[in-house]
Structures are given as structure tokens and as C-alpha cells.
């Protein structure tokens, strides 16, 4: 079955639990989770194709249903949004990750804020970049770009999880 497609309460037999016919309501109720469950699985498989090699594994949260089958409610996709070794690749990785997290078709506010911060780490190399070019450079001043990540108060390595 693809992702999104349901089976009406017309299509062949009903469902059951233990030889018992659902009721019109736990029927609704499956319906509904089928219909979150492909959602949850599109919005993380979003996260985890755009993401690319900055992207981990997909974890998702089930709940089972009145037929006694699992169902996603919620996932998450962890992504790296640590800084790069030079600010031209930091600038790079967060364009991918910021990609990642608004990717979705509604992203969540987990998600935006994930593409906010890819945002900032992106100006703070920019800035960085910009300092490197610019022929007034201050020469006493270390030139390291996790120096000047540290001066930004930015942390070494970040892991943030997009969540559905």
C-alpha cells in the first residue's frame, strides 16, 4: 500500500481485533491514524533526504491502534548543525540544513527553529568570510574560524532533532 492511501469501510471486509468487527467509531479512530501515520512518515523522510549526510536516523513514536497495529504519532530526524573546520563549509552545511529543516511540507516550530539557527551560523561565517577578505584584517587577531566561533559564543557541536 502506498504511503496515504486508506482503505474505506467499503472496501472488503471490515477490521477486526480477536474475530470482533470494529465499531463505526474505532473504525474512525484507525482512519485517523493511518492518515497521521503516513503525514508523521513524509514530514520525517523529508527531514532525512534533504538532510543528506548531516541527518541521522529516523525515530519515530507509535501508539497502537483499536486493530491492534502500531501507528506513527510523532518522529524525529537528529541533524548536525555543529560548525565546519572553515566558514565557507559552515556556510555550505547550514544552506543543507536549513533546507533539511523547512523541507516538509509544514514545517514544525522545532523545525523553524532549527532553520533560525542554521540562519545565524550562516551569518556568523559570512562574517567570518567577510573579515578573511577584507584588506583592513586586524593581523594580531587570531584568524582560526572556531576562534572566531568563540568569540560569537557559539558552541563547538550542536545536535538538533526535527521534530514532526
Known sequence: MEIGATRGAG???SPTVSGKRLTEEQERVVREL???DAEVKTHEQAHKTVGGPYAGAIRYEYTTGPDGRK????GEVPIDVSPEKDPEATFRKM???KRAALAPAEPSPADRQVAAQA????????AELNRE???QAEPNRERSPLAAYARAGAAPSSTFSLIA
Do not use: F, H, I, N
Open 133 to 135: 577578505k577584507s584588506p
Open 71 to 74: 501507528y506513527a504519532v510523532g
Open 119 to 126: 540562519d545565524a551560523q550562516k551569518a556568523q561565517a559570512q
Open 11 to 13: 472496501a472488503g471486509l
Open 34 to 36: 493511518k492518515q497521521r
Open 95 to 97: 544552506e543543507v540544513v
